[in-house]
């Protein structure tokens, strides 16, 4: 059963740090561009961070960028280190895998076909 499975998340204060891991299991994603999302209640999900098949070009949304680093490993492990935390980051957290991309870039939720379960990420003020 191919599985995305996410960990790490939880309640941190503001100006706190938390670092999200997805594990991968199933099949291989070493080709494949992975990301993380984030769904707010009410709100659509939106990409936080992205990063191609060997974590050699990564792209940030406009309010990760510089406070968030997105990094993948050897086994297809994929972290998201969020470090100054704000109230306004507080949501589900979400690791994707686009599987029908291979060794390029994917930066729209439609893109990406495998979803893990979700980690809650709450920041207090």
């Known amino acids: 059963q191919v599985q995305l499975v996410e960990s790490g998340g939880g309640l941190v204060q503001a100006g706190g740090s938390l670092r999200l891991s997805c594990a991968a299991s199933?099949?291989?994603?070493?080709?494949?561009?992975m990301g993380w999302f984030r769904q707010a209640p009410g709100e659509e999900r939106r990409l936080v961070a992205t990063?191609?098949?060997?974590?050699?070009?990564t792209y940030y949304s406009s309010s990760a960028a510089g406070r968030f680093t997105i990094s993948r490993d050897a086994k297809d492990t994929v972290y998201l280190q969020m470090n100054s935390l704000k109230p306004e980051d507080t949501a589900v957290y979400y690791c994707?895998?686009?599987?029908?991309?291979?060794?390029?870039?994917?930066?729209?939720?439609?893109?990406?076909?495998?979803w893990g379960q979700g980690t809650q990420v709450t920041v207090s003020s």
């Open positions: 994707a895998a686009d599987t029908r991309t291979d060794f390029g870039m994917s930066y729209a939720a439609p893109e990406y076909d495998v």
């Open positions: 199933g099949r291989r994603f070493s080709r494949h561009p």
């Open positions: 990063l191609n098949w060997n974590g050699s070009s």
